[in-house]
Structures are given as structure tokens and as C-alpha cells.
């Protein structure tokens, strides 16, 4: 098929499409352009089965066939096509085909239309999403969390929790490609150990998401409490955790898409804060799609945002991760669980001095801050934090299946229930005002 450009940057220009092909406003595009009202990642073009469809991208200003509005529809030869303000239309040869043949078909197509029509519904369903933000969870370098209402028809409501990103970062492509694309990326992802994401969107200058709300606390705020109240967390607890996000990271590590191509996705940012415990015990790993584009967060003297304490080595070092990455930086907050202590704290404002730290990765036997560590733990932790990708668990499988090989191979260890349980007792005594004990 042809796609031939109207108006725009590429008025009158004409392209031979044979394949997928992705068309936006950033260069990493397959057709480019360069054009206010058209989105970074504005739509795509593909194949299936001879038959030929457009999917817009979660563009700003719509995707439009033959004047209607559309998500996803098959292009026929005559279409015109409008992206943002730029017009196109679609060129697709025709074989030959008899009238007779011709004749016949429309006749079937237009018997099965009056047929399906009364209970078939149209493929594009517009509503306004509303959420209203009732009060800030936290406060990032990339923006705000707020716990939001969604609004639907007949007084539907539905709690979830909306992560800002600043205008400041939104006015930066290479932040917004990489943090659509990546968002684009996990959307599919649903486990019970990883929080899901239910909606991109965009407010006046910024971007948000809005996602699953976890009734809970983080692993930050879990791991304050232990320390204010002087106490350690049981070893069994911490490797149950652990081994609940161990579980989310290996089916985000071999998921696919529709092609049964891997993604391979890599968090880059494995750390307490974005570890989340519910009121049932539920164990959730956040903000996956976030940590890529974070990449692209520098402040204004250029110096990069985000958590150096909870880097890999090689991530340090600025080289190029996979999935081994995440597999270390579980390690330091299993390190942390234990010992209370940060592996590679700040102890400056010295960033550099930080990430020279964590490339030489020099970390102390886990049984010199906790002695009660049983040495097949220790053991599990210190191929976690190799400084070698190779000398490291090759997949989050193996490293949950030497988890949970702790945990029950000597008899029952601990659920999601007890987890529940653990948490309700170390927070009944707790401030009056908290995140489990929210101010009226």
C-alpha cells in the first residue's frame, strides 16, 4: 500500500508501506513528522492476514479515518486519513475481481450489517475518563502520587493512584519517547506482584498515569517502622518479600508481544520505594515503564535525578543493562531487609563518590550486622551481588527458586496471609497519623 501526505512537512511526498511502521513526531520514528499537532509516537500502520490497519498510539489530538474519529480500524483503498492537522490518503491496489462477484459480495456484506446492527457495538467507545485527586501519597523527582476517584456512568467509582510527571520533564522528547514508549510496553503487564497501569493520559503540560492503588505502605515506610520501633525484621519475612518480587520480575523479564517476540523489559530501579505492601499482604513492584525514562531526568546543571544507591555496577558504569541488572539491585534491598543497613548510602551530596561505590561493589559479609543470618541465606544473597553480570543468579527464576527453596523446603514458611498478619501488629502500636492509619 501507498500512504500519500497531503499537507505538512511532507506534503505530495509518497510511501511504499510493505511492513509495520511507526509514524510520530520523534526521529526514532519510521516516518517522521515534524509537526506540533502530530504526537512523539502518534500511530502505527500494520499487516495481518492481507489485510491492512492503523492503531492510534494514545495520541493527543486523535487519529482520524474518513472524518470519524478512530482507535483501531482496517484502511481500505480511498481512505483519508487525518493525524493531528495532517491529511493522508490510503492507496491500496485492487485486484480484479468480476462485477458479478462484486455485486454479489456488497449485497452479503450489506445483509450482514442490517443483521449485526442492533446488537453489535461500534469498535471506538469515547467517554471523558474524570479522576479527582483527594490527597498526596508522595512527592518524586519526576512529580507527585495522589490517590484519585475515578468517575464512571451510573455513580461508578473506582479508587486509584495517579503519578504525576513535572511540565519540566514533559518538555523534554527524549523523556516523554521513552516514557510513552515504555508505558505503551507495560501496559499488558498483570501479575499479582507487580502494580498495573490502567490509563496514560495528559493534563495541561504534564503527563500522568493512572494505576492500581495499593492500600498500604511501601517497603521504605515498613522498613522505618522496624528501626523506630528498635526492631529487627524476621529473617523468613524478609525472603518472603523478596521472593514475591522476585516472581513479579521474572514475568516481566520473559514477557512477549503479540508477535511472541521478548520485550525485554528491565525495571533499572528496584529499590524500597518502589515496593509496595498491601493491608492483605500483597506484595507489589511499582513504576515499571518509569525508571527508562528517568534515564533522561537531569536537573538543571545537567546532573542526573534519580537513585544512584540502588544501582547495578554496570549501571554505574553507564553500560548497557539487561535483566541480571535488577537481579542485583533486589539483592541490595534484600541486603537492607536484614541488616538494616544501605548498602550504598550517600554520604555526601558527592554523587559521583556514590557511583564509584557501587561500581567496585565491595559489600561486607550480610552475618557481620546479623549474625542470625543462616548461611544458606547468605549464600543466596552474595550471588545476588556479584559485581560479574555472569557470577550473578542468571534469571529471577533461579533466584525465587532459591528463595522459596528457603523458605518451605524444611517445612511451611510463610503466605501472603501471615505477611497480613505481620504487618497489622507492627503498626497497630504505631503514630496515631500513618499511612495504615490515615487521618480522618
Not at 516514557?179 to 510496553?185: D, H, I, K, T
Not at 524500597?272 to 505492601?277: D, F, H, R, T, Y
Not at 513504576?287 to 536537573?299: H, I, N, T
Amino acid at each position: 500500500m501507498k500512504l500519500v501526505f497531503s499537507n505538512g512537512p511532507l506534503a505530495g511526498n509518497k510511501y511504499l508501506i510493505d511492513q509495520t511502521v511507526m509514524i510520530g513526531r520523534h526521529g526514532s520514528n519510521d516516518i517522521v513528522l515534524s509537526d506540533p499537532s502530530i504526537s512523539l509516537v502518534h500511530c502505527r500502520i500494520y499487516f495481518d492476514k492481507q489485510r491492512v490497519f492503523v492503531q492510534d498510539q494514545g495520541s493527543t489530538n486523535g487519529l482520524y479515518r474518513n472524518g470519524e474519529r478512530v482507535i483501531h480500524t482496517e484502511l481500505r483503498n480511498g481512505d483519508q486519513l487525518i493525524l493531528g492537522q495532517i491529511g493522508a490518503t490510503i492507496e491500496i491496489p485492487v485486484a480484479e475481481v468480476s462485477t458479478d462477484v462484486r455485486r454479489l459480495q456488497r449485497k452479503e456484506d450489506e445483509e450482514t450489517r442490517v443483521e449485526e446492527a442492533d446488537e453489535e457495538l461500534s469498535g471506538n467507545i469515547f467517554d471523558a475518563v474524570t479522576f479527582f485527586l483527594k490527597r498526596k501519597i508522595a512527592d518524586g523527582g519526576m512529580g507527585a502520587v495522589y490517590e484519585a476517584t475515578q468517575f464512571g456512568a451510573e455513580g461508578f467509582t473506582k479508587t486509584v493512584a495517579i503519578k504525576t510527571i513535572l511540565p519540566r520533564f514533559a518538555k523534554k522528547d527524549e523523556f516523554v519517547s521513552s516514557f510513552v514508549g515504555e508505558a505503551r510496553l507495560v501496559s499488558n503487564l498483570i501479575h499479582e506482584n507487580i502494580v498495573q497501569i490502567h490509563h496514560l493520559g495528559r493534563h495541561e503540560n504534564g503527563y500522568y498515569i493512572a494505576m492500581e492503588y495499593i492500600d498500604g505502605i511501601s517497603l521504605t515506610d515498613f522498613m522505618l517502622e522496624h528501626d523506630r520501633q528498635g526492631r529487627g525484621i524476621p529473617v523468613n519475612i524478609a525472603t518472603f518479600i523478596v521472593s514475591r518480587i522476585c516472581r513479579g520480575l521474572e514475568y516481566a523479564h520473559e514477557k512477549c508481544d503479540a508477535q511472541g517476540e521478548p520485550l525485554s523489559l528491565v525495571h533499572r530501579d528496584v529499590s524500597p520505594n518502589n515496593i509496595m505492601l498491601s493491608r492483605e499482604g500483597d506484595v507489589k513492584l511499582t513504576d515499571f515503564g518509569v525508571a527508562q525514562a528517568a534515564e533522561f531526568m537531569k536537573d538543571e546543571d545537567g546532573v542526573l535525578v534519580g537513585s544512584v544507591e540502588y544501582m547495578s555496577p554496570e549501571q554505574a558504569s553507564f553500560n548497557t543493562v539487561d535483566h541480571r541488572s535488577d537481579i542485583f539491585t533486589l539483592g541490595l534491598v534484600y541486603y537492607e531487609l536484614l541488616a538494616g543497613i544501605r548498602v550504598f548510602k550517600k554520604q555526601s551530596d558527592d554523587i559521583d563518590q556514590t557511583l564509584e561505590r557501587v561500581r567496585e561493589a565491595n559489600i561486607p559479609d550480610i552475618r557481620s550486622y546479623r549474625p542470625d543470618v543462616p548461611d544458606s541465606t547468605a549464600d543466596i544473597l552474595h550471588v545476588a551481588l556479584q559485581k560479574k553480570v555472569d557470577d550473578r543468579f542468571q534469571s529471577a527464576e533461579n533466584m525465587a527458586a532459591a528463595l522459596e527453596h528457603e523458605l518451605y523446603a524444611r517445612g511451611p514458611g510463610p503466605t501472603t496471609i501471615e505477611l497480613a498478619r505481620y504487618i497489622h501488629r507492627m503498626f497497630e502500636q504505631a503514630r496515631p497519623v500513618h499511612p495504615l492509619n490515615p487521618a480522618p
